[in-house]
Nanobody, 125 residues
Framework: VQLQASGGGLVLPGGSLRLSCAAS????????LGWFRQRPGKEREFVAV????????YYTDSVKGRFTISRDNANSMGYLQMNSLNLEDTAIYYCAFRGGISVPVPLKEYDYDYWGQGTLVTVSS
């Protein structure tokens, strides 16, 4: 699976962005799609994950209620809708893919096999 993230940009505090992750390969529907981010000077961290069928989602606490992860398996696309953005959300955002079944749900970098190149989100006034 090859992944390409897009949709980043400059946004005002309180604004919204929708990130996209385009996947190639026939196995996209058979794996977890995750989003991670790396803030300036920080380690890369988990943001959200969605299960294969899209029925379950998990978020890091700092984005709960503001971010929504989704996927369109028919078109091999993943999304991260980000609302009420604040300065702390400034980061490079990466989409990642983990094939098959994982117990527990993959929340760590090392759980994922494939990574997109990252897209920069800058929240600034």
């Amino acid at each position: 699976v090859q992944l390409q993230a897009s949709g980043g940009g400059l946004v005002l505090p309180g604004g919204s962005l929708r990130l996209s992750c385009a996947a190639s390969g026939r196995t996209f529907s058979n794996g977890y799609l995750g989003w991670f981010r790396q803030r300036p000077g920080k380690e890369r961290e988990f943001v959200a994950v969605i299960t294969r069928n899209g029925l379950r989602t998990y978020y890091t606490d700092s984005v709960k209620g503001r971010f929504t992860i989704s996927r369109d398996n028919a078109n091999s696309m993943g999304y991260l809708q980000m609302n009420s953005l604040n300065l702390e959300d400034t980061a490079i955002y990466y989409c990642a893919f983990r094939g098959g079944i994982s117990v527990p749900v993959p929340l760590k970098e090392y759980d994922y096999d494939y990574w997109g190149q990252g897209t920069l989100v800058t929240v600034s006034s």
